[in-house]
């Protein structure tokens, strides 16, 4: 059994117990039960999940928590792991905007910091764009990342622009983790990613297609998030035409600090003259 496949078995999953439209089958931490007890993600409090949580550890003590990013599914448990384990420490990089909703005490993490969890070195790899404090978590030496929410094998990441998603920030980001060369993607949704080049150059070649897509339907006449989400997705459920708007949005803000599209309230238009 090689290094990589070893690193694989060490770092133990925790269901978090929520499953949903947006989280699917539900959340994922990671346990990485070194000398440093070191868990990745919060998940949400669930009591379910704490049960899961001490079980794996067989009676070692958590010593920190790394936060991806400040959405309620990975980082709400934090009130509650702090109650169930004494002295435990949660680090996050920082979103002034939205870390004082759960009052806890953040250690800050920036980019190109190392973390010693006792049994390996994670180094924070800042990864914004689904939420502008997201981070993933490289272990060099077997190439694994842990990505919290920038890859989920069999569909996309949205981009919630309407609550601080930035689609060019997110496509900067893949770029970024395609130059380490992971070789597997530990998410926090969805299976173990063993094909992280396919599925990143994916989701990259997706994501200009949806922006043709987009201008292409400007092209038509249509000027509001409602009619290109109405012309671009066809039989869409209702419970997921939020989510679609909110991804229009992020490809037309995009566009606009490309300096391709202007818009005057809820209407967006091409740019007669863009720069070249």
Known sequence: MSNAEDALLTATPIRVFNPGPLTGAGNITWLLPGSIPTLIDAGTGDSRHLKALDEALGGARLAQVLVTHNHSDHASGVLALQEHIVGVRFSKL???????????SWDPLVHGQFIDTGDGILEVIHTPGHAPDHVCFWHA???TL?????????TTVVIPA????????????????????PARILPAHGPVITNPEELL????RHRLEREQQILDTLRTGASTVEEIVACIYINLQESLRTMAADSVLAHLRKLEQEQQ??????????????PC
């Open 141 to 143: 030496e077997t190439r």
């Open 94 to 104: 920082a979103w002034p905007d939205r870390d004082s909703r759960y009052p806890v």
């Open 146 to 154: 842990f990505g919290g929410d920038l890859a989920i094998q069999g």
């Open 201 to 204: 150059r994916g989701y990259i």
């Open 261 to 274: 599209l202007i818009h005057n309230g809820e209407n967006w238009s091409i740019r007669e003259n863009p």
């Open 162 to 181: 309407s609550t601080g998603g930035d689609l060019g920030a997110y496509l900067t980001s893949l770029k970024r983790v395609l130059t380490l060369q």
